[in-house]
């Protein structure tokens, strides 16, 4: 499963699917105005004991652009590669 909702404040995203073997979340925690649209990590006890979970923030990851934001995250090369990484890893295992 791959993370691109909000996890932090009045407009979090609580839809959340009843198991999953492999969370990705790939997120952004820049102030956007008028509203704050970033993400934020996951609380571990939200995830079932055994699944993997990795959390990468690219705003403070040495190997993202750090400027990214709420709009251009889903477009940036280096993060569309680690989905395509992650996704080849967890299938030819």
Not at 9 to 25: K, Q
Not at 29 to 49: A, C, M, Q
């Amino acid at each position: 499963m791959l993370d691109a909702v909000r996890h932090n404040g009045a407009f979090a995203e609580t839809d959340w699917p009843d198991s999953v073997v492999c969370l990705l979340n790939i997120y952004e925690t820049r102030i956007e105005f008028p509203i704050s649209l970033g993400g934020g990590d996951i609380n571990d006890n939200e995830v079932l004991s055994g699944a993997t979970l990795a959390e990468i923030n690219v705003n403070t990851d040495p190997n993202f652009n750090n400027n990214l934001n709420h709009f251009d995250i889903d477009d940036d090369f280096d993060v569309l590669d680690l989905i395509f990484s992650r996704q080849q890893q967890l299938l030819f295992r």
